[in-house]
């Protein structure tokens, strides 16, 4: 009952993205996977949302396969991506882009209930309900992203920097939020981010990719504390 | 003063019709970034369905349904099947800007073709729904007739429900997003690739309408919507083809400016009149007068 | 690294192609084209769709049909006639390019009733039908600068110039309509001109005149003419023009309840076709037309009453003016064929209708006018008037047959009886 | 014109015409061996060649998706025959004058069109190539609906008596197509060529890269129309008339198809373009006949394959058979 995904290898035309990359997360726990910019995380989130497809390898949902499905179908078995760069339609209010995350379950009464668990998640959203989703800062948009994603009640969400951009304050926010939210929903979390110490800090297990490679996986406390590693991908 | 009353009125009544075909124009150009050429043969042969139909029912309004269906399913159906397969093949080189412009030709002359090969290119004149004969006050007879006021309603109803469509459901909103950002909508649940032929239904539908209001006033023959689908596109440019307000707006301006040169100043003008407006609006405006600030080099 | 496109082997390959196609052909026989023992192969252009195509359409199928008539019962000294019919979709570049077909690829042995007086002309020089020696019998057009034995030496005429209907409507409007206030609407090429010419020579003046290009004519355009017309007071208008013109004319008026004496021109006049483009019945009642034939529906005339049969036999479509004018041109065509004698040649062809085609039986009244120095058909028109059902009885009761010329000649009223018709409308002329 | 540069381009240029003129001299044996309406149809390939050339050049190179040809050629066709009737000068001269009209229309027309892209620039030129016949008949001394004629003359005494009208339009359309075809293919390897192809790629590299966009959009749009008018004239020539009726949108539909068929980058392939265009109607009248259908169906059956080969060569062959062709070719001798 997890997300394992095993030999799994993604290429962009002639130049390959990612090789061989395999892990798991269990049901409920937060994996952090770090790496330096271009080691191919996004490209590993927008494959198993089905964004992009992968040349080989395969990843499982709850023993189910998840690769080579369209977004839309995986929604509908619980898995959620909110994408790079504050993925808001700026066209739209902010109450359009929560009831979006809904549509596909038809049910209107569920929906405004999932709307106001985020407002009260984040109230913030709750004052600029019939803004044009354009007024709102970058903290604001990246808390509407995710409400849009929590609306429709997934099981697994896969979140792709939603630090970036952001003041220090505010990505301190963001994390908190994130780690509430899993124990009180039971998530599966897979956070994409650069900002590697912060994200081990709230993680259960973290994954280090380089060059599109695994190149170290395992719980998180052990990896912060890894000297090896901490110099060569965390920096200091 | 009257005349001025006169040509505003038949102005809206032309414009509304014009609205119709830059909607449909619009719509598809939001939700697929392609300007549908071939929309005034499916708009064609859906009045050719409801001429049949009305006319053997003596009912306009039946006739009117059946090209609604008829139009949105053709819509649908030319989605579904053609548009998915020319962007399956054609997606390289040069050809990516030039495929959709011809393919959509090609379905004009296609759907043309099939029309005139069915119906044969005789003269078809359909029973309009209201008379033609212009409103009397006292003894003057003004050219404005109930078949115009009953075409401004008509249009005005339409326009109502698709706001309503729009603002309002859910559809609409799907509608809207897979048009504005086709990616977030899908990672939202949106099944885009459906949303997008259901809009190409209702462009259908509505190019439907738009033909058989044409056709009450004048002839229905293989090649009568031509001149339709030019104005839809002058309409939806100087609505800038980013907004279905401005497309009806667009639209408007359209039809009283040519109803103005058709009272004022010449009868055979009214195509130069029309398309100087176009090039007037594409060198100073490019994006139309809805502009919000997007630029148009795409 | 720019591709070559243009190495040599692509360009000799397809000089090569080019050429291919050129020598796949035959070179011609040399027997008189278009005649064999036993068949003779005719060519008509005319508008089967398109803007002018109401009514129009119909002239090939009924001349068609009579052939078959005539070939069921022996043909022309045993020879079958066949008819090829193009459709140029009355545009001149279409018609030029149909009548190429005709001459080169179908190889007929004459062209019978092109219509459509822009396109004969184009055609008449692009093709160079002179200099081909190619007959083109019975000219589906008015105009008359076609009236020219010099310029014209294979073409004859066979309608009534559109000058002589100006004049005779001139007259017509002299005698009956003196001092009203007079409108017109009528095409603004050769077709209208010819008219307008003829009406300024017999000095009538419009109070309102207005030009519309073919092609233009739609509910909208009628509405600038109607309100022209009724802010000019025009209380008689002559209309020349083609019926999808007269039809937006005639139904935007009764829309906007304007109802001066129409005169509609011979062109587009069919009541049928009228009614079919939406013109109300009702409109029709009253309206004057020049006429050459008689009504369509008058049983009571021998060739009526003949080509209706032929009609309901071979043709089987709603016998109005169009489907008699084309069974007309069949009886004519027929009576040139066999006055040029078994041995058929273009050139026997053409003096036949010189020296015998003015004794020819022609259903309209007035005299027919070939000579060795003329090449025009009939004369003279009679003033009709509709009835209820637009269908067309003499003005005043009985048939005064006004003829004159294209030129200065005077109108003058003739008492002119036209040949009995051959039995059985089969000609057995020598 | 093109600076020729270094000497190998020189002798291509050479060896180049002197194959022009191997062409040429073959073309004009064979139009004495053939009969009449061959040798019309030859002059109709070679007008087709021109226009489509014009497109070759204007979309296959910079990029430009424009309907407004059958305008431009409207626009030669006219200026040709107002030249020929009103000054009385020489037959090249209407030729020639149809090009500079047709070249300063589309100049015009390319200020505007520079600056569109994609489907506006394709429905602004639709807009043009349906209101045509409008404009034709606006101004009284275009000759309205039936036109104006364009007589180029019989031809000379000395071709003796059989030298037919149709052999004569067929020399003389063969002789500007050669020499219109020769001077695009070097005016695209030139300089020229390769800034449209660059536009074409990318408008924006391009433009970084120096070079003025919008400045050899216009100068495409004026070239191609140029041709498009010596096209237009060479049609005038043909049917000795100028007339709206002549240059409809069905003549743009045909064009845009000749030039897609043809492989829409390639200018050899104009000839297979124009020789399909000439066979369609050949085909459809065939077609007709044995299906049996009255003449009056068999107008619609031109357009029918006309459109179901456009839709089939823009989605199966979208750089044109020959680009498919060649890939096959280099595959094969890269095995």
Avoid: C
Avoid at chain 1, 44 to 53: E, M, N, P, V
Avoid at chain 3, 98 to 122: C, H, M, Q, R, S
């Amino acid at each position: 009952m997890s997300l394992v995904v095993s030999n799994l290898s993604v290429s962009h035309g002639a130049i390959s993205a990612l090789r061989g990359i395999d892990f798991s997360v269990e049901v409920g726990q937060l994996a952090a996977v770090i790496g330096a910019n271009g080691a191919g995380k996004t490209t590993l989130l927008r494959t198993l949302s089905g964004l992009k497809d992968a040349i080989s390898g395969n990843a499982t949902w709850k023993d189910r396969e998840i690769l080579g499905k369209r977004p839309d179908e995986l929604v509908r078995r619980g898995i959620s991506h909110v994408s790079e760069g504050k993925s808001v339609i700026p066209e739209l209010s902010v109450k359009e882009n929560l009831i979006l995350g809904g549509i596909w379950r038809g049910k209107k009464s569920d929906t405004a209930e999932a709307i106001n668990e985020v407002v009260e998640l984040f109230p913030r959203l709750g004052e600029r309900m019939s803004q044009s989703a354009n007024t709102l800062s970058g903290g604001e948009r990246q808390m509407l992203a995710i409400g849009r994603a929590l609306v429709s009640r997934p099981k697994l969400l896969l979140l792709d920097e939603p630090s970036l951009g952001l003041a220090p304050i505010v990505i301190e926010q963001i994390f908190q939020t994130i780690d509430q939210l899993r124990h009180r929903l039971g998530l599966t979390v897979l956070l994409v981010e650069q900002n590697a110490m912060s994200a081990l800090e709230i993680a259960d297990i973290g994954v280090i990719i380089n060059l599109g490679e695994v190149v170290a996986t395992g719980p998180a406390n052990e990896l912060i504390n890894d000297p090896a590693l901490r110099a060569a991908y965390l920096g200091y | 003063m009257q005349k001025a009353l006169e040509t505003l009125l038949i102005g809206l009544s032309t414009g509304s019709i014009y609205a119709l075909m830059s909607l449909a124009l619009v719509l598809v150009w939001r939700s697929t970034r392609v300007i549908n050429f071939a929309q005034a043969g499916q708009a064609m042969f859906s009045t050719y369905i409801g001429f049949e139909i009305a006319t053997r029912s003596q009912i306009f309004w039946l006739g009117l349904l059946f090209a609604i269906v008829a139009g949105a399913l053709l819509g649908a159906g030319v989605d579904y099947f053609f548009m998915r397969v020319l962007f399956k093949h054609a997606n390289s080189g040069p050809a990516l800007v030039v495929a959709p412009v011809i393919a959509t030709l090609g379905l004009l002359g296609l759907i043309r073709s099939i029309v005139g090969l069915t119906w044969g290119g005789e003269f078809k004149s359909l029973t309009a729904p209201a008379s033609k004969n212009g409103f009397t006050f006292g003894e003057v007879t003004i050219p404005f007739s109930p078949l115009d006021s009953l075409t401004i309603i008509t249009v005005a109803v339409i326009l109502i429900i698709l706001a309503l469509l729009f603002q309002r459901t859910n559809l609409g909103l799907a509608l809207r997003a897979s048009a504005y950002s086709p990616e977030i909508a899908q990672l939202a649940g949106i099944r885009t690739a459906r949303t997008r032929t259901i809009g190409w239904a209702i462009a259908g539908g509505v190019g439907g309408v738009a033909g058989m209001l044409v056709t009450s006033y004048n002839f229905l023959t293989p090649y009568s919507l031509d001149l339709l689908l030019v104005f839809g596109f002058i309409a939806a440019v100087i609505g800038g083809l980013e907004s279905m307000v401005g497309a009806v707006i667009g639209a408007l301006v359209l039809g009283i400016g040519l109803t103005i040169i058709l009272n004022y100043v010449g009868t055979s003008l009214v195509f130069i009149g029309g398309f100087s407006v176009l090039l007037l609006v594409l060198l100073i405006k490019p994006d139309g007068i809805m502009a919000r600030g997007k630029v148009r080099r795409g | 690294m720019i591709r070559k496109t243009h190495g040599k082997r692509t360009w000799f390959a397809a000089a090569v192609l080019a050429a291919g196609s050129l020598l796949a052909t035959s070179l011609p026989a040399h027997a008189e084209t278009g005649v064999t023992s036993n068949s003779i192969k005719l060519g008509i252009t005319l508008p089967l769709t398109g803007a002018a195509s109401p009514g129009y359409s119909k002239i090939g199928n009924a001349m068609d049909a009579y052939f078959k008539y005539v070939n069921d019962n022996g043909g022309v000294y045993g020879r079958k006639i066949t008819l090829v019919q193009k459709d140029d979709q009355y545009s001149p570049q279409l018609s030029i390019a149909k009548t190429n077909e005709l001459i080169l690829k179908d190889k007929v042995f004459a062209l019978v009733g092109p219509l459509g007086t822009a396109n004969f002309t184009a055609v008449h020089k692009s093709v160079g039908l002179p200099r081909r020696k190619v007959p083109a019998l019975f000219l589906n057009t008015g105009f008359s600068g076609f009236a020219n034995k010099k310029k014209f030496p294979t073409s004859f005429t066979i309608l009534p110039s559109y000058a002589m209907e100006a004049k005779i409507v001139s007259q017509f409007l002299k005698e009956n309509f003196a001092g009203k206030k007079l409108g017109l609407v009528y095409q603004n090429d050769e077709f209208g001109i010819d008219a307008l010419g003829a009406f300024k020579d017999a000095g009538v003046k419009f109070d309102v005149s207005i030009p519309y290009t073919s092609g233009t004519q739609s509910a909208a355009t009628a509405q600038t003419w109607v309100s022209q017309l009724a802010s000019g007071g025009a209380q008689v208008v002559v209309f020349f023009g083609v019926t999808s013109a007269t039809a937006p004319l005639l139904a935007v008026a009764a829309a906007a309840k304007y109802a001066p004496q129409w005169i509609l021109g011979s062109v587009g006049s069919d009541p049928l076709t009228l009614q079919v483009l939406g013109v109300p019945v009702a409109v029709l009642n009253g309206a004057l037309t020049p006429a050459g034939n008689p009504s369509p529906n008058d049983l009571t005339d021998e060739y009526v009453k003949q080509f209706q049969e032929i009609n309901d036999k071979y043709n089987k479509a709603a016998f109005d003016d169009y489907v008699l004018q084309g069974m007309n041109l069949g009886l004519m065509t027929v009576q040139a064929l066999r006055a040029a004698g078994p041995r058929l040649t273009r050139r026997g062809l053409i003096k036949a209708i010189e020296n015998k085609g003015s004794t020819f039986a022609s259903v309209a009244y007035s005299p027919l006018g070939y000579s060795r120095t003329s090449n025009v058909g009939h004369t003279g028109y009679y003033m009709a008037v509709m009835g209820p059902t637009g269908d067309r009885k003499p003005y005043g009761g009985k048939v005064t047959l006004y003829t004159t010329d294209s030129g200065k000649g005077p109108v003058v009223k003739s008492d002119f009886k036209r040949p009995a018709m051959p039995a059985k409308g089969l000609p057995n002329n020598s | 014109m093109a600076k020729v540069v270094g000497g190998n381009t020189g002798s291509k240029v050479r060896k180049k015409l002197a194959l022009f003129f191997l062409i040429g001299w073959i073309l004009l044996i064979i139009g004495d061996r053939v009969d009449e309406l061959r040798v019309y149809q030859g002059a109709q390939i070679a007008m087709y060649t021109i226009a489509l050339a014009s497109i070759v050049l204007l979309t296959g190179y910079s990029g430009q998706v424009s309907l407004g040809n059958g305008a431009m050629m409207a626009v030669g066709g006219y200026a040709a025959a107002l030249t020929l009737n009103n000054l009385q000068t020489p037959i090249w001269s209407a030729f020639m004058m149809a090009i500079l009209v047709a070249a300063l229309f589309g100049a015009f027309l390319g200020l505007a069109a520079a600056r569109l892209s994609g489907p506006y620039l394709a429905g602004t030129t639709l807009a043009l190539a349906v209101g045509l016949p409008a404009i034709a008949n606006q101004f009284s001394f275009l000759g309205g609906e039936p036109g104006l004629l364009f007589d180029v003359g019989f031809p000379p005494e000395r071709f003796g008596e059989d030298f037919t009208q149709y052999k004569w339009f067929f020399w003389i359309a063969t002789f500007i197509a050669l020499i219109a075809l020769f001077v695009t293919s070097n005016i695209l390897q030139s300089r020229f060529g390769r800034t449209w192809r660059a536009i074409r790629g990318n408008s924006l590299a391009a433009e970084l890269s120096g070079i003025n966009a919008s400045q050899l959009k216009v100068l495409a749009f004026s070239v191609s129309s140029g041709l498009a008018g010596l096209a237009g004239a060479v049609l005038a020539m043909t049917i000795s008339l100028v007339a709206p009726g002549a240059y409809t949108l069905a003549l743009s539909f045909a064009l845009v198809t000749g030039a897609v068929l043809a492989g829409i980058s390639s200018l050899p392939g104009v000839v297979l373009g124009g020789f399909i265009l000439v066979a369609i109607p050949e085909i459809a009248d065939a077609l007709a006949s044995s299906l049996g259908s009255e003449d009056k169906l068999n107008s619609y059956l031109p357009g029918l394959i006309v459109s179901v080969l456009l839709i089939l060569s823009v989605i199966y062959t979208p750089n044109g058979p020959g680009e498919n062709l060649r890939k096959h070719f280099h595959k094969k001798s890269a095995h």
